[in-house]
């Protein structure tokens, strides 16, 4: 199990979930470092190639604490082996469809925020056809 240290830095990776009225799925990951932002692009092969590996070699935080921030509802988790978290919670209110935000915050030992990431989820319109 990874630990989270202070002077570690994570990201946490929220992807678009979905729901319908009162219940909420969302997915995400929390991983250590951040990720590098490129400054200067370039056409050559060589610097493209090293970045693109780069990107490949994340470390997930296994055991972390994350908490969802979702209109006045908080709702706790813990990661998986592989830095992965799954919210499923019914919201308190009815919720209208359309895209809506949300934040997840990663928690350190003392539950103290050290780091958030914001995501999506869809609740479709209700309709009398579904399209498989």
Do not use: C
């Not at 990951?29 to 490949?56: D, E, M």
């Not at 830095?83 to 539950?111: C, M, R, Y």
């Amino acid at each position: 199990m990874t630990r989270i240290s202070n002077d570690t830095a994570a990201t946490v990776k929220v992807y678009h979930g979905y729901g319908h009225k009162n219940n909420l799925i969302l997915y995400g990951h929390v991983l250590a470092g951040k990720p590098t932002i490129r400054k200067k692009y370039t056409n050559n092969a060589i610097p493209n190639i090293i970045h693109l590996i780069k990107l490949f070699f994340v470390k997930p935080i296994a055991g972390a604490r994350v908490m969802l921030q979702w209109e006045n509802q908080q709702i706790t988790s813990t990661t998986a082996a592989d830095g992965f978290f799954k919210f499923e919670w019914q919201s308190d209110n009815s919720v209208p469809a359309g895209w809506h935000t949300v934040i997840v915050h990663l928690l350190n030992a003392h539950g103290i925020i050290s780091a958030s990431g914001e995501g999506k989820f869809f609740v479709p319109h209700s309709t009398q056809y579904a399209f498989i």
